[in-house]
């Protein structure tokens, strides 16, 4: 059938392929079947038929099958909640899926015209888009940005004739378009302000009255959010480990296992005996357990100790701040989790993964690596003869101070509790 009047929206995820490349099958599933699901419930609130998705492309039209003359209005506020459902998505999955999952960004494209829909005969057929209309379409998705919304010179004019052509703002070069040449494009944002709301707007900061906070900034918020999340998560299961592999080794060495337990005899076994009771009742008291107050508490000293490090980083720094340590430490727990898949479980414990204390002492250090950064390099302050210079022995400064400032945080009283978990003894301590 040919529609003579719809608009089709073409989304894609920029940054998937290489998201993709460091995860597994199951977790792409998860962010795709998350997202598409929010998705489709935007659809069937606004009358917005999903034609297909495939891979990270998601696409869908409006005035059709059933003809509507506001389609172009419905496909560009569909499109914004595409796009919202997008950061609060990936930011909901930071924890499960990593905390690079909040770059992911949705690119979205539409195009106002004529379109012939229908289904082709044969194996696993489907409903289907023809015409010009949807490869016009996709030129404007794949020549957007990350974060916007581009939508063809006709769904403006399609916007204009239903009043809304203030959503709209013509993009400031013409965009070469593969198999079209040079189009004028705009960018399209069913938020932003008519006239009026910018002169309400005006008025109120005149008066004083501000602090309303913007939509970027509460992306931003969300976002650090996620990777503290992140961190606490990974960091507080580490402790758990931890705490389980220390029972676990202090009943073998006092030979709480069957075969220890058959060998011993008269008085020493009455005395392991008793040691174990005491061990036994320790460990299942303070067993930890996520539902537990146990562990409620200590995710709530290492989400507190996790914000403090933040506050310690310089976001202003590209390389040097706490979504940039967040990646490395994320890197780190991939490539350990590649190295123990690839192994297998024959050579299991000759994994660095066995090790939950030295797993541990390395992402912590990760977390803290680039703390209290000037921005300087090495290099620069021995130039400048900085105070740090002579206390460090000139090498490794900026690595060093980041390490003590760390170090001393976790060392304060209030986070007494996390030092606990790390290390029993003086032993274990050196050796984190």
Known sequence: DLYPDATVM???IAGF????SVREPAQVFVLLETLYGAFDQHARARGVFKVETIGDSYVAVAGLPDPRPDHALVMARFARECLDSMSLVCNHLVVELGPDTADLALRVGLHTGAVTAGVLRGQKARFQLFGDTVNTTARMESNGLPGRIQASEATFKALGKLGKGHWARKRDELVQAKGKGKMQTYWVDPKMSDASTIESASSLESEGISGVPHIEDWRMAAKMEGLVAWNVDVLSRL????AQSRVTSR?????LNKQASASTVGEDKAILFERSQEIDFVASKKKFDESSQLGEELRAQMREFVLEISDLYNEALPYHNFERA???AL???TMINSAEKAVGTKSKDELFSSDPLAEFGCLFAMLIHGVDHSGASNAELVKEKNEKVSLFHGRCINEQHAFNVGMELLMSEKYRYIRTMIAATKQEWARF
């Open 251 to 255: 009943r073998a060495s006092l030979g």
């Open 331 to 333: 890197s780190l727990k």
């Open 239 to 242: 402790l758990h480990r931890i």
């Open 326 to 328: 967040s990646h490395v």
């Open 17 to 20: 392929t290489a998201w993709c």
């Open 10 to 12: 073409f989304a894609d």
